[in-house]
């Protein structure tokens, strides 16, 4: 856990948990294996386990400290949750609140929470189990869910969520949320506050967004799931396993790298173990990494 100031605003990172998920070829179907070779220097050890060929993730709060208020992006995969698909993420007992108390948050003091979309990994700690029933974590925070994303995950309108990743996810990280009264949708942007800006970000998943951070002379992208290996920075043509519109999904992410490599914005993805963040720059027609963040590795 560590944090740097940009512009007003404060970035911690909270961790989750980290480690590996799925070998190169089921995470990323069309992207060659001599990529994986050819840049171990960049991915091994923090982004790539090649012993095992295993892709390396983090499960990761991105923790702003803005205008006055503590805003959450993302709430990882959460304990005690059912989820059949993922055995690794099934009824999990991780000790992420104590992570975030030990940042100076407890869930009361989180002003807002921002799901940049509605995958199992990304809401888990929208909700803990009270009494056998599953209520809001952060009683005081208003929940902001792109509703593209919370009308395509609504089991009523998607019978095809059952036996996937995002089986019950509706039902216990989303639905009892709307339910306190919590939730605001939103559609194409949103303004958070003088510092940040939700920007719809689609293609991965129907709702999929970004958070945009702009703050004197610094910016930064809260950039979700547009990325999930540094490979994604030299080969923005490769989508992961999980994007639901490739075309879309490949669109968004050359649009949102161009503007953080114009812009000098500071990348920082939903799933980036070790260092975490990055700069970015155009190299012809695709991107190159120009350095990494000050994060430390875990």
């Known amino acids: 856990m560590n944090e740097i100031e940009l512009g007003e605003v404060t970035v911690t990172r909270v961790e989750e948990m980290h480690g590996p998920v799925m070998p190169p070829s089921h995470f990323f179907p069309d992207l060659p294996e001599s990529a994986w070779r050819e840049n171990h220097a960049t991915l091994v050890p923090d982004h790539h386990d090649v012993e095992a060929d295993m892709v390396q993730v983090a499960m990761q709060t991105w923790l702003l400290r803005s205008a006055g208020k503590t805003v959450l992006v993302d709430t990882g995969v ?3 949750k059912a989820r059949p698909a993922v055995d690794a993420w099934d009824h999990l007992k991780l000790d992420y609140l104590a992570n975030l108390a030990a940042a100076g948050v407890l869930p009361g003091d989180v002003d807002l929470v921002v799901n940049t979309h509605l995958h199992v990994d990304h809401v888990g700690w929208n909700t803990v189990l009270v009494d056998g029933e599953w209520v809001p974590t952060f009683p005081n925070a208003v929940y902001l869910m792109p509703k593209a994303d919370f009308e395509f995950w609504n089991p009523a309108n998607n019978p095809g969520i059952a036996g996937g990743v995002n089986e019950n996810v509706f039902e216990d990280s989303v639905a009892p949320v ?5 939730v605001r949708l939103w559609e194409d942007s949103h303004v958070i506050d003088e510092n940040l800006r939700l920007e719809a970000a689609i293609g991965h998943t129907p709702g999929s967004s970004v958070v945009k951070l702009t703050s004197g002379e610094d910016r930064a992208l809260f950039a979700g799931d547009l990325l999930h290996t540094p ?4 080969h ?4 992961s396993c999980f994007c639901e519109d490739p075309v879309l999904a490949r669109a968004t992410r050359r649009a949102l790298l161009g503007w953080a490599a114009e812009a000098n914005a500071l990348v920082l993805p939903a799933h980036f173990s070790g260092h975490s963040a990055l700069e970015v720059a155009r190299r012809g027609d695709t991107f190159e990494i120009k350095n990494w963040a000050p994060f430390t590795k875990y």
């Open 78 to 80: 959460g304990n005690d």
């Open 178 to 182: 709307h339910a306190a009264g919590q």
């Open 231 to 234: 490979l994604q920075i030299s």
């Open 236 to 239: 923005p043509d490769h989508n």
